[in-house]
């Protein structure tokens, strides 16, 4: 990130939390022009000092008048900020983009990917003159995205079966925190800490802690759903730190070989393929950790689907990163 | 396991190994009766004491003559192991239930899970005067059918598509105890040991480490494919200790409403149902740990398929238990 005085005032709400710091880390690490930066979050955090790129900045408490002079709001501080907020950030001039769940089905919102739906945010430019809200999708969705929709482009899915592998991260920095003092605690015979999450994390894994809906799907799950593909997600949180994985098994309309595939996936913006069979080196969780690319491998025909019309693939991508940071920084640099 | 002078002699093949200490485990659990029991290892464990039932015993060295007078050989030593004293044993009249992949794809050679095929071992008994192979499935295959078969046999499963969450204990004790080392040096910030995989296995997940076929297909996976149902399988290793979970899609042939899925599921054998939407309690690998049943919960109508043709369900089974010495002594009881 770099200072430049035609450039806009960002605003980062939600600034000590897991992806309010990531936030910080991308804007400098991708150069992002800025006039200035506030530091927001809850009051508990308020007054708290933090070093950005060699000069020394003071947590503001976020209050209605935050967001004053402020052109891009980046936001990650939960469900209900974003939803009091957002609205008065839009309604001071500011284009709010934001990483929680808030908006992602309100009509007229877009929901956007960089990479896969560019166009849903045309029009919307910091000096239009006044203030929009964009969506940042869910994370396991960005992630699953990334490398299905350049196939979906060549072969059109009808139908996806999504098993996800969910890094501690999603559920933010505490909750890093805590799979790691419960791994701690289970070493040494102690029984594990529960205040994330209602049960041990350390070496086990569970259902998706997401409320469950009427249909037995919990949220997490219908946030992959789509209204042209039909998908079936079943979402597991793994004792995993930061990057999330995702075992994803494509139906196409026209056929696909694995090899077309995996030269598709190769050529795909913000994609890496690791599928290097006779080694036995596929995507980890653990080597995309703090990388902006999501990594695609075990790309196979789906040996249960007549022809080429099925495909296996396994992705992975970080979770603060491209799952919501990065992804983020990159809609507000369309901004400009 | 209890002494019974008409029972019979009962030889452990492999048994300082994570499934030999459980066939001992679960023999004694399930009272099963015996005249007499051979503990068989390689040289490296020959001479080691073990206490069985109050009784001490001598490990053994595993050679052509261990099998003279053994009715029942039960084998967990690797396949290559099985490959070589198997027929051996065979010769000199034992029974051996395997839990290799030594003879499962072998014809003649019955792979039986007992509340799913007990009929393809039948007129092998102890005492009709000669020795016979009888293959345990796969782990992952096993913890899979116990709740796929009563569902199958109701509404014939066409395709499966399945994603494992399989525990270090798959790989045997070794592996467990390099996943608690590993784990204590990265929460040491040392770089981890690695001798049993080729990376870092705490705090990361990998693609399972069978070697990976032409088709792209790892064996564990293609160890899941059967004749009647398309099945595709993606294997993964995560940093779990004992019990093995899977994410399971299926289609069926036949309707099958998720309620009456439910009540199949609940009154089948080897099986039990936790699926508390309301308070978000699923299975979990901690909870079937040391446990006979396998657990199934997430127990839903599949949104991405027409009417009632589809349903995602999601299973959790000891490893080492159901997966492995429990259901090759529930073979040897059917011998009696």
Redesign the interface.
């Known amino acids: 990130m770099s200072y430049q005085e035609s450039a806009p005032c960002v605003a980062v709400v939600g600034v000590t939390g897991a992806v309010g710091q990531e936030f910080l880390s991308v804007l400098s690490d991708r150069d992002f022009p800025y006039r200035s930066i506030k530091m927001l979050a809850s009051k508990r955090s308020a007054g708290k000092q933090l070093s950005f790129q060699d000069k020394a900045y003071t947590v503001e408490e976020l209050t209605e008048d935050s967001f004053d002079g402020v052109d891009i709001a980046l936001f990650s501080a939960g469900g209900s900020i974003s939803k009091k907020f957002g609205p008065i950030a839009v309604e001071k001039g500011s284009i709010v983009v934001d990483n929680s769940s808030a908006f992602r089905m309100v009509e007229n919102v877009p929901l956007v990917i960089p990479e896969v739906n560019p166009e849903a945010m045309s029009g919307i430019k910091v000096g239009m003159g006044k203030g929009a809200l964009i969506a940042n999708p869910n994370c396991s969705t960005i992630i699953c995205l990334m490398a299905a929709t350049p196939l979906h482009r060549r072969a059109k899915v009808t139908?996806?079966?999504v098993?996800t592998?969910q890094a501690a991260s999603g559920a933010g920095a505490a909750a890093m925190e805590e799979?790691?003092l419960q791994?701690?605690e289970v070493?040494e015979g102690k029984p594990p800490t529960c205040k994330i999450f209602?049960?041990?994390y350390a070496?086990?894994?569970?259902?998706h802690?997401a409320?469950?809906l009427e249909?037995?799907?919990?949220e997490e799950e219908m946030k992959m759903?789509d209204k042209d593909v039909?998908?079936?997600a079943?979402c597991?949180r793994?004792?995993?730190?930061r990057a999330h994985?995702e075992?994803v098994?494509l139906q196409f309309e026209k056929p696909l070989d694995?090899d077309t595939a995996r030269d598709i996936l190769k050529n795909a913006p913000g994609v890496v393929v690791i599928d290097d069979?006779?080694s036995?080196h596929?995507p980890?969780?653990?080597e995309v950790s703090n990388k902006d690319d999501v990594a695609v491998?075990?790309?196979?025909?789906?040996?249960?689907?007549d022809g080429n019309h099925?495909l296996?693939i396994?992705v992975c991508g970080d979770q603060v990163r491209k799952g919501a940071a990065l992804n983020a920084v990159q809609i507000a640099e369309m901004l400009l």
């Open positions: 139908r996806m079966v098993s592998y799979l790691e791994t701690r070493l209602s049960q041990q070496f086990n894994l569970f259902s802690n409320p469950v249909n037995g799907y919990n759903n039909r998908v079936t079943t597991i793994v004792p995993v730190m994985a075992s098994n694995e069979r006779a036995n596929f980890t969780p653990l491998g075990r790309i196979r025909r789906d040996v249960s689907q099925g296996d396994f």
